[in-house]
């Protein structure tokens, strides 16, 4: 006999489980798209809002007082509905039928999170630009990993040449960033 | 002072290694300079965004996904027709699926509790990983790996000796009392449940409570699983669909 299967959507964006991923988007991408779509927009464009509501609503689920209290798919509808809304009337797009924003989140918190989701999305494309062990170096580094274990680690000869390396590597990261046509509307 | 200067000025900051006179002077030139405001606040921001592991492995995992399944592939057209051929096998998903609830309800029609439990309970997925590459916590490795390999008995052992020492830890009691299930602990599966259901903000709380119910049924409590799968069906989560098709069987049972 079938059985139904349970997924813990949220567990699954911590986990990073592939397959579990791959089910997200045969699960729930269909209708972003036909949301986007619907409302002058492309199949790219949908693609990218469902990738940055799903971010969205995984960082919003990780602090201490969220609580999923309707389902995963209708919050990450409106977190969706709402993104698109903001990338419309930023294109200067007139404003297209969508409801106001359900009672799961408040306004001005779920801006700020847009915001700072588009800027960290920025910033963590960048960092993807940079060699694999700048990259490596950082992340030890921003974790507040010890001196003499990212040297042990890294094979650095020295805590003074680990400082360095580093230097050298965020000063690439930031001037990547400042590089971006998009930085300083972001900012 | 040289952009140079100012970089390295900042970055002594964020690392923590200005005097409190650096600093004090640092936050005046902030003040008066919304250039030198901005680039601390774009440093900092950079060191917390990169910090976010489990974001940066997340947001890696839906981009791959997308490439490999979901993107145009450089042609339009090929983009164009993945969505609507995906919504019509949905559609008629949606259909067998209805099918198979109708079936599934008759067919349950004659069965006795146990089989209905049957019916309807499947193991849970393991969503704990263990994230430090540096220093991999072996005790949580050793219970993952037991639930996995569905030895139930060892699982429940190597999840509750880590439920000692991190008693607070939701996803840890949920997976020992989900270990307790499968080994006919009700009590202890129970306890376990009801404590993570009733942590609102935990990311198993919903789960926990389906699984709940399913123990409680099990274990023949049945009119207090029936009052859990009220509550679930009122909640309207993920569980409330099975809840309420669950609901119905239990009314047709001997």
Redesign the interface.
């Known amino acids: 006999?079938?059985?139904?299967?349970?997924?813990?959507?949220?567990?699954?964006?911590?986990?990073?489980?592939?397959a579990?991923?791959?089910l997200l988007?045969?699960e729930f991408?269909?209708s972003i798209?036909?949301l986007v779509t619907s409302n002058s927009g492309t199949?790219?464009e949908a693609?990218d809002v469902f990738?940055e509501a799903?971010?969205v609503v995984?960082?919003k689920?990780k602090e201490?007082?969220?609580?999923?209290?309707?389902?995963?798919?209708t919050y990450l509808y409106a977190v969706s509905k709402n993104i698109w809304l903001k990338r419309l009337t930023k294109k200067g797009k007139p404003t297209v039928t969508f409801s106001e924003l359900p009672e799961l989140m408040d306004v001005d918190d779920f801006n700020n999170i847009i915001l700072e989701e588009e800027?960290?999305?920025l910033?963590?494309s960048k960092?993807?630009n940079l060699s694999s062990n700048c990259q490596k170096l950082?992340?030890?580094f921003?974790?507040k990993?010890p001196m003499k274990?990212i040297v042990e680690?890294m094979g650095f000869g020295s805590v003074q040449y680990a400082k360095k390396r580093k230097?050298q590597c965020?000063?690439n990261?930031?001037k990547l960033?400042k590089d971006d046509p998009n930085f300083k509307d972001l900012? | 002072m040289t952009e140079l200067e100012l970089a390295q000025l900042i970055e002594s900051y964020l690392e923590g290694r200005l005097d409190e006179k650096e600093i004090a002077l640092l936050k005046e030139k902030a003040k008066a300079d919304p250039g030198i405001a901005a680039e601390i606040s774009l440093r900092k921001e950079l060191e917390i965004a990169i910090a976010e592991e489990d974001v940066l492995k997340l947001e890696s995992k839906l981009i791959e996904e997308r490439k490999k399944g979901w993107a145009n592939n450089n042609s339009s057209q090929q983009g164009a027709k993945a969505v609507p051929i995906l919504l019509k096998y949905r559609a008629l998903a949606a259909g067998l699926a209805v099918i198979i609830v109708c079936a599934l309800v008759f067919f349950l029609k004659n069965q006795d509790p146990k089989d209905l439990y049957e019916a309807y309970y499947q193991p849970y997925p393991m969503y704990l990983t263990t994230r430090s590459v540096i220093s991999p916590d072996e005790k949580l490795n050793q219970a993952i790996q037991a639930y996995e390999q569905e030895n139930y008995e060892a699982a429940w052992s190597s999840f509750l000796n880590i439920l000692v020492d991190d008693p607070d830890n939701m996803g840890i009691m949920f997976y020992t009392a989900m270990s307790a299930l499968h080994i006919d602990r009700y009590p202890d599966a129970v306890a376990g449940l009801k404590k993570v259901a009733n942590q609102g903000n935990s990311i198993y709380s919903n789960p926990a409570e389906w699984y709940l119910g399913l123990a409680l049924f099990k274990s023949g409590d049945v009119r207090n699983a029936r009052k859990v799968f009220e509550n679930i069906v009122e909640s309207k989560t993920d569980f409330s669909e099975d809840a309420k098709s669950i609901l119905k069987s239990i009314s047709t049972t001997k």
């Not at chain 1, 079938?2 to 997924?7: L, M, S, W, Y």
């Open positions: 006999m079938e059985k139904k299967e349970k997924q813990n959507w949220l567990a699954i964006l911590g986990s990073g489980n592939s579990g991923i791959r988007y045969q991408l269909p798209v036909s199949e790219e693609m990738q799903i971010l995984y960082k689920s201490g007082s969220f609580e999923l209290s309707s389902s995963f798919f800027r960290y999305r910033f963590r960092f993807r950082l992340s030890l921003f974790n990993t274990e680690l230097f965020k000063e990261l930031v960033v900012m």
